[in-house]
């Protein structure tokens, strides 16, 4: 994926956020504390709204003590992080084997006429944002999604609506990347 | 009835907690290996048990073990790969969320046969809420003296953490493993060195699948004799098989390895057949990456012996009528399913999920995807069939990693089986566009009627 060819708002880790990523590099043997980049991003990521921007890989790469391409690098690799700005709610709708053959293409034809967007578009209010996304390891529970941190499985229309419905009364658990 | 070896109490309220766990004999083989066993004895039993890894490639656990160098004075890790991304198996996810202990407690087992004093849970991002159980669950084994300095007074340590991905297919095989673990993209390394010499930060390293980790505990509790009781020949034990596709019950479940294909579809107790009455067509017995069997090969071999759940009987014809057991993601077709839709899908996943280190696999699975689209929409060519046949050759075997082998082999097998149906999407691209055959049109007619 490209990065945004623009920096972003300003960005730092709240605090918390900041004291766990210090947790993290603790993890690794002494100089190995780089392995705390995917989930430091992953927390990143999650404070930024969603996305990576450039403000907020540069403050990762400060926070580890290493060179803002190393960052680049690791976050332009793994499908998970997102590039551009999203929407408060990423659909990211699973369309590999098993689920295609339980119906994840009709699926998605859905989601996208419910929403008036094409795959990898956010709606105009900025509530959804629709991702494609490779085998998440629920072929049993097809066709699926993962909304943040959580898997919805046995996915059919009625459920769709009702997820929307959920989303925008403020009902739907992103879960967090941070301790709890 | 299936004997449980892994599973047994996953279904117990509570069994994700150190108390019900501990209640129901957890932890017993780590005081058992720690209080009464050497590094040497418990390698011993897992090599008399013939576990094989349960990641896909299957290689015997008991040798990798034993290839691990042992330097004076330079650490070696052990690192569990739960990175599962192979389309059709959700296996190792069902065994983290149910009885996270039970692959803490082989971690302890195994790292102490090892001689390494930190391991790492390498686990898909995607699973994110798995990272939160599985260190809630490493909390209380250090809370209760499993993990840590000099544990239960044997004087070994271990310090177990988790370190989750990002979303990357790649990530699973090993050596992509440990660069990202190191914190940098997935590249596969080329081998040698082996990660068994240089590995995680260029120290002697072992990379086993959860499940393999989580089967040493019944090893090290009943001997590896009793463990290699059961099964056939030189598949011993039970394995976790995740069932998807068009079956009355997908699900996880652990079998005796031996358990033949055919009860597994039509058992109640397992698959309970195919779903709406439909009949068979097609399996892909090990995850996305192993051949496709049509229906007259799955309960059969080639020579008419019965196919069992086994590494040999479902490699048995080897890749002219055979397949492999690979990871257990058991991916069952009906007769209504395309397989060219369903080769071009897996296609588009091994193009979206190679590094892009390796010619071949990189431009490969892209020509490949884009060949197979166009015979899926009706603008194929009597010739493509061999041109898939020939990239697919080409990539195989010319890669760093296996991923390349993974990408090749369904297509060649769905081409070798299925060619008919193939050509019959070149020769009547319109029907198989109306019909059941051409799932594209059908989402794209869903679309336009949706949309009035």
Redesign the interface.
């Known amino acids: 994926m490209t990065i945004s060819s623009h920096n972003g708002t300003p960005f730092n880790y709240s605090p918390e956020a900041l004291a766990e990523v210090q947790g993290l590099m603790k ?1 690794y ?1 002494e100089g ?1 504390h ?6 430091a ?2 927390i990143a990521q999650e404070e930024n709204n969603g996305w990576l921007s450039i403000a907020a890989m540069d403050h990762v790469a400060e926070v580890l003590h ?1 060179t803002s391409i ?1 960052v680049y ?2 976050a332009t ?5 997102n590039l551009q700005p999203v929407g408060k709610y990423v659909l990211e709708v699973c ?4 689920c ?3 119906g994840a ?2 699926l ?3 989601i ?2 419910k929403l008036g967007i094409k795959t990898g578009e956010t709606t105009a209010d900025g509530m959804f944002t629709l991702k494609e ?10 066709p699926m999604m ?1 909304v943040g ?2 898997f919805h499985e046995h996915l059919n229309e009625e459920k769709m609506d009702r997820f929307f419905e959920d989303c925008r009364a403020g009902k739907i658990n992103k ?1 967090t ?1 941070k301790m ?1 | 009835m299936s004997r449980k070896l892994l599973l047994e109490n996953a279904h117990i309220p509570g069994i994700g907690g150190y108390d019900v766990y501990r209640q129901h004999g957890g932890y017993r083989a780590v005081e058992k290996a720690l209080k009464t066993m050497s590094p040497d004895t418990v390698l011993d039993e897992v090599k008399k048990s013939g576990l094989r890894g349960r990641g896909g490639a299957g290689f015997p656990t008991g040798m990798k073990w034993s290839f691990l160098a042992k330097p004076e004075g330079v650490p070696r890790y052990l690192l569990c790969n739960a990175d599962e991304s192979e389309p059709g198996t959700f296996k190792d996810r069902f065994l983290m969320e149910k009885i996270p202990h039970l692959l803490i407690e082989g971690m302890i087992v195994s790292s102490f046969a090892l001689g390494a004093n930190t391991s790492y849970i390498y686990i898909r991002g995607e699973y994110s809420w798995i990272v939160f159980i599985l260190e809630k669950a490493i909390a209380e084994a250090y809370a209760k003296g499993w993990l840590g300095k000099n544990i239960q007074g044997s004087g070994f340590d271990l310090d177990l953490y988790v370190n989750p991905g990002a979303g990357a297919y790649i990530c699973g095989e090993e050596t992509a493993l440990i660069e990202s673990l190191e914190g940098k993209r997935g590249n596969p390394r080329i081998k040698p060195p082996f990660p068994a010499v240089r590995g995680l930060w260029q120290s002697p390293t072992v990379v086993n699948n959860v499940e393999t980790i989580a089967a040493v505990v019944p090893i090290i509790i009943d001997g590896g004799d009793e463990y290699a009781k059961i099964g056939v020949g030189k598949s011993t034990g039970t394995k976790l098989i995740s069932a998807g596709g068009n079956i009355n019950k997908p699900g996880v479940y652990e079998i005796d390895l031996g358990l033949p294909v055919e009860e597994f579809i039509y058992s109640d107790e397992w698959c309970g057949g195919i779903k709406n009455g439909k009949r068979l067509k097609a399996c892909v017995p090990g995850g996305s990456s192993v051949p496709i069997l049509p229906h007259f090969l799955v309960s059969k071999t080639a020579n008419g012996d019965q196919r069992l759940m086994t590494y040999e009987s479902l490699s048995d014809g080897g890749f002219a009528t055979g397949s492999m057991l690979g990871s257990g993601g058991f991916i069952v077709y009906d007769e209504d399913q395309c397989i060219v839709r369903n080769t071009w899908n897996f296609t588009r996943f091994y193009h979206h999920e190679s590094c892009g280190q390796c010619s071949p696999c990189r431009e490969g699975t892209g020509w490949m995807e884009k060949v197979l689209w166009r015979l899926e929409n009706g603008q194929g060519k009597m010739g493509d069939m061999d041109l898939l046949v020939n990239v697919a050759k080409n990539i195989e075997g010319n890669t760093i990693c296996p991923l390349g082998d993974a990408a090749a082999w369904p297509v060649g097998s769905a081409i070798r089986h299925f060619r008919e149906e193939f050509e019959w999407h070149v020769r009547e691209p319109e029907k198989c566009m109306r019909g059941n055959y051409g799932l594209v049109r059908e989402s794209k007619t869903a679309l336009e009627q949706l949309q009035g």
Do not use: D
Request: glycine share 8%.
């Open positions: 993890k043997p190995r780089k392995s705390a980049i995917i989930r991003l992953h290493i190393e690098e690791v690799f793994y499908s998970m992080y369309h590999t084997g098993p295609a053959i339980e293409e009709r998605i034809a859905y996208q006429h996304v490779e085998c998440l390891g629920a072929c049993g529970y097809a993962q941190e959580f879960g990347w709890h």
